[in-house]
């Protein structure tokens, strides 16, 4: 009996290895997979002239079993490793797709695809290694068959690996080669936790979709990606690039490398209903080195982060931001390197028209950094491309640190001065400087455009000082840069106690008023004032000192103050009032600012 026994666990153990598991199906060969509910398992490694999966059925699975597969080994073009066509539900997982090794240069291989996602819904690519090199290749390509919106549903491409080491394109400035792309996706989608490695463009490449504002796109996720890409030899060649992308998620990824932007993203509106476009949490530094290919817009030029064209319902917030110029040959380059790039302008066919609406940046730490004498690098710039912005800009409680310039305002239109750039620490960095400026204002020659831009409440450090500006370009002498200061006022009795509702006026030299304010029940209350502005080609104005005051019950009281710098605070005294504030104290929460940050 005990030899019966053994021999009967030795043949279910032999069993247990030549069965497949429970409803899966063993294949060694490319072919169409389309029955529904199917799950397969490769078994050896592949190859192909062309496309050598396609799964056509829905809720099927291909594992691949930790295999290769090796397509367009005839170089044919526009084929695919894995095509998941007008799947839903179905599923790409553990192992390799590679692109034939004859699939270089100019030509061979064309439109060829790692992964294509053609109109399919509820899919999943995971830990797939993809490696292409081909002209006009991607890596993982995922569109939609029709623009109807599928709402509830979401295409995820998790833990893969894509390197891409394509070097020629048909297009320079156009989107045409990518480790991933996404474009006009009716549905939302996920890129979690994916390793991006070279590119001779963008590492995610978002195109065109959700053009409606259906929402059926909104909150899309592109969160814990690794992007390393070396020597990008195109236009667009962000980490990150998105092209009329709404209400995108972007969070916790790390961009590396030289010769690309960080996060770049052109129109990003058409939110339903006021949804939000949220950056944060992401870690960039990049090198502006120049490529001998250069980019369409010139060589060496690169952002940390990009906000171009309409902008609308964004939040970017505690991310790390380094940029670097640093020179191949200092003789000849000059390169530009900024950190944060804010451009306010719509594209519509020729013209440019919109701007910036409920914009918020905060909390971010930023850096721009070189080390040539004719690189450029700025730690942000604000820049109105003959535009206007529009409503609730605000670039708060962020630190700039530079060894160039730290804020330009360039060719900016009509600026909302409420607070636009507001209480940010501004320094220079230590160690070998180059034109180093805080505040440089470049305005263009035409007067049409009315640009008056002011900061308020600058902490500085390293060296930077508030009287720092450059102005430079022509027009008109009217164009200004102003330099404004909080001011708190406390009003109280003649006893000493706070007063409420007294009416707080301050004026400037000029006795023009520069703002009022009502107290609260602890007294207080705050008015804007200017200390100084500088004209293009006038001498400065100066506000100091002004004269405040605070009245109630006809009562008065008033002084002169200067204005020169933060946490300033004045006390009146209404030596005629007995009238002690009679409210309840709320201590105000801690940690937050008054601005939405939805």
């Not at 893969?160 to 474009?183: A, W």
């Not at 670039?395 to 909302?416: A, C, H, K, M, V």
Request: with cysteine.
């Amino acid at each position: 009996m005990g030899r019966i026994r053994v021999q009967l666990l030795a043949w279910l153990v032999l069993l247990l290895f030549a069965v497949p598991a429970f409803g899966q199906t063993h294949i060694s060969s490319c072919q169409t997979l389309s029955t529904d509910g199917a799950s397969y398992l490769l078994t050896t490694d592949l190859s192909s002239p062309g496309t050598c999966m396609t799964i056509r059925g829905d809720n099927i699975t291909l594992d691949l079993g930790g295999h290769t597969i090796t397509f367009d080994t005839s170089a044919a073009g526009n084929t695919r490793g894995v095509y998941l066509n007008g799947t839903r539900n179905s599923r790409v997982e553990n192992g390799k797709v590679v692109q034939f090794s004859g699939c270089v240069g100019e030509g061979p291989c064309a439109r060829d695809t790692g992964v294509r996602v053609s109109g399919a819904f509820d899919t999943l690519v995971k830990n797939v290694e993809i490696t292409v090199q081909g002209y006009d290749t991607f890596g993982i390509y995922m569109s939609s068959a029709s623009s109807s919106c599928q709402a509830g549903t979401v295409n995820r491409l998790e833990g893969n690996t894509i390197t891409h080491n394509g070097t020629y394109l048909s297009s320079r400035d156009g989107f045409s080669s990518e480790p991933i792309k996404i474009e006009r996706h009716a549905g939302r989608f996920e890129v979690i936790g994916n390793r991006i490695l070279a590119s001779p463009q963008a590492g995610i490449m978002i195109y065109g979709y959700g053009d409606e504002g259906n929402g059926c796109n909104d909150g899309s996720e592109i969160a814990d990606n690794y992007i390393d890409i070396d020597g990008a030899l195109y236009a667009n060649p962000g980490g990150i690039h998105g092209f009329h992308t709404p209400a995108l998620h972007i969070h916790h990824n790390q961009i590396v490398g030289d010769g690309q932007e960080g996060i770049q993203l052109d129109g990003a509106r058409f939110q339903k209903d006021g949804a939000l476009t949220r950056i944060h949490d992401n870690q960039v530094d990049v090198d502006c080195n120049y490529w001998p290919r250069g980019h369409s817009a010139g060589r060496g030029i690169l952002q940390g982060l990009r906000l171009r064209y309409t902008t609308e319902y964004v939040r970017v917030y505690n991310n790390t931001i380094k940029v670097h110029a640093d020179a191949v040959d200092d003789t000849l380059e000059r390169n530009t390197a900024t950190g944060i790039h804010l451009t306010c302008a719509r594209w519509n066919g020729s013209a440019r028209t919109g701007g910036c609406t409920d914009v918020k940046i905060w909390g971010n730490t930023v850096e721009a950094v070189t080390t040539g004498s004719l690189e450029q690098v700025y730690a942000i710039t604000i820049d109105g491309v003959e535009d206007q912005i529009t409503s609730g800009v605000e670039i708060y409680s962020n630190t700039f640190r530079s060894n160039g310039t730290i804020l330009r305002y360039f060719d900016q239109g009509t600026l909302d001065n409420s607070a636009v750039f507001h209480d940010n620490l501004m320094e220079f960095l230590p160690g070998a400087r180059y034109n180093e400026v805080t505040f440089r204002v470049d305005w263009s020659n035409s007067a049409a455009w009315p640009m008056t831009p002011s900061v308020r409440d600058i902490s500085f450090g390293g060296g930077a000082s508030k009287s720092d500006v450059v102005l430079t370009g022509g027009g008109v002498s009217g164009k200004r840069f102003s330099l404004d200061w909080t001011h708190e006022l406390h009003v109280v009795d003649q006893n000493g106690a706070d007063v409420e509702g007294a009416l707080v006026t301050m004026r400037d030299a000029a006795g023009s008023t520069e703002g009022q304010c009502t107290t609260d029940c602890t007294g207080r209350c705050s008015v804007v004032s200017r200390e100084i502005t500088y004209y293009r080609s006038d001498d400065p104005t100066r506000y100091n000192p002004h004269r405040v005051t605070a009245t109630k019950g006809g009562d008065e009281a008033s002084l002169s103050a200067t204005v020169d710098g933060l946490g300033q605070e004045s006390e009146l005294v209404l030596a005629n009032t007995d009238d002690p504030a009679n409210c309840d104290r709320i201590a105000a929460p801690t940690g937050l600012h008054r601005s939405d940050r939805r």
